[in-house]
């Protein structure tokens, strides 16, 4: 089967927003009325940045095209360092529908996010990975890193 890989438009928000949910049910969270705030926001949040291009997106569309995967960046800026780019690509929102996984959608998605980022002339990717994610990330050479954090309540 072979699949294609395009960037996503403003009209494709439904399906960034059922992958963002999908990934969150998958993680284990399972509170009704958590995931419709959270999904609202999310779209509130997402179209605003697509807007002032500070978020890209990828899909993958099985032929027949259905959306079977996808995946984005939000282009966060970084405080100022030595050797530091003004903005880090944060990968987030990888999902693969169930019966499109184990075909190597999410690392297509990974690796087109990672080709405009180097092609934009950014340094540095950084994402939070789920544990069925992990996997795909540490194949394609990213490493754990000394990030930390601390619960405040
Ligand atoms: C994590 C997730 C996005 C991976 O999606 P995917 O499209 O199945 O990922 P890939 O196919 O690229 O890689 C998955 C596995 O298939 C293998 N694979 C890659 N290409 C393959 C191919 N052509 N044929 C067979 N297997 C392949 C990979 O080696 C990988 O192995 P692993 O399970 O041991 O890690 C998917 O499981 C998912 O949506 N999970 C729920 C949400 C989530 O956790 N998202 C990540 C947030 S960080």
Not at 11 to 28: E, T, V
Not at 90 to 107: D, H, I, N, Q, V
Not at 121 to 145: D, F, P
């Amino acid at each position: 089967m072979s699949f294609v890989i395009r960037r996503a438009t403003p009209r494709d928000l439904k399906h960034l927003r059922r992958h963002r949910d999908g990934m969150f049910r998958d993680m284990g969270c399972d509170d009704e009325k958590a995931l419709a705030a959270a999904d609202r926001a999310y779209a509130t949040w997402a179209r605003a940045r697509m807007r002032s291009g500070r978020f890209k997106a990828w899909l993958a569309i099985a032929p027949g095209g259905r959306v079977a995967a996808g995946g984005a960046i939000w282009l966060r800026q970084q405080q100022p360092g030595p050797r530091r780019a003004p903005m880090a690509p944060y990968l987030l929102s990888m999902y693969t529908e169930p019966e499109f996984r184990g075909k190597g959608l999410a690392t297509k998605i990974v690796k087109a996010a990672t080709a405009w980022s180097r092609k934009t002339g950014l340094t540095k990717m950084l994402l939070h990975a789920s544990v069925k994610g992990r996997g795909v990330y540490e194949r394609l050479g990213w490493k754990r890193t000394w990030e930390m954090e601390f619960p405040l309540a």
